[in-house]
């Protein structure tokens, strides 16, 4: 037999017999130590304020339901009227998560995700982030970095790495990502925008400075030119250049 309880976000698993450790690993058992067939007919709730709920698996045959447990700790066990539990930080339902099954949402520039009427999580952003209620996700300010987006764009900063800029749906922008252009590029500013581009040298190929668009084969490379850089590679098995001087991966 098996047992299996959460803490956090690790189970830890005992095995008790040779028997469970070999149907475990057939697939036919459980972490929990129930066979998975009968994962949802497991009286699943609240005990001692341990959270057990169904959940799935990965396995070599597709995902199957496990019985997992999760000891609330000093969170609160809440039992859900279709079976199953969860931790929440509050003992009572949070009126900013409006009875919702599963919300997450921006509040007071926090990113706030609820369950059946209670609050989940909460996380702060940073005194330099907003919260984008698209992406349900603290992101960085423009301002932060000293830069001014107008829409979605990219930034060479002066240490090197690039900045991507957007706006959301109520115009404000933020920064997306931040960090260096890949292996064989740098951030090049010109009068057409900033972007992560490369020597065709580096890459085995020869781009046309006046070409806007074109498109090269260097062995299993694909590669994009523009301006006389290469803006783009894709990993591509057997790259063949086609007629009409496309670079197309052999499938």
Known sequence: ???????????????HSRQGLALLALGLLAPSGCLRDDCRSWELGCDDNVASFCDDE??????????????CG???????????????????????CDGAPVRAFCEDEAV???????????????????????ERACRGTPESLGLVCVGSEAHCLEDGTVAHCRRDPEGRAYVTSRGPCRSGFECISDPTGDECRGEPAFFGVACAPDD?????CSGDLRVICSGGWVIRTFDCRGCVLSPDLRADCER
């Open 1 to 15: 037999m098996v047992a299996s309880r959460l803490h956090g976000s690790q189970i830890v698993a005992t095995t």
């Open 58 to 71: 990965d396995a070599l045959f597709g995902p199957y339901p496990v019985v997992r447990s999760a000891d």
């Open 74 to 96: 000093t969170n609160t066990c809440v039992e859900l009227e279709s079976g199953g539990a969860f931790c929440s930080p509050t003992p009572e339902p949070s009126p900013i």
């Open 112 to 134: 706030t995700l609820c369950r059946a009427g209670y609050l989940l999580s909460r996380r702060e952003c940073a005194a330099d982030e907003i919260c984008i209620e698209s």
């Open 212 to 216: 806007p668009w074109s498109e090269r």
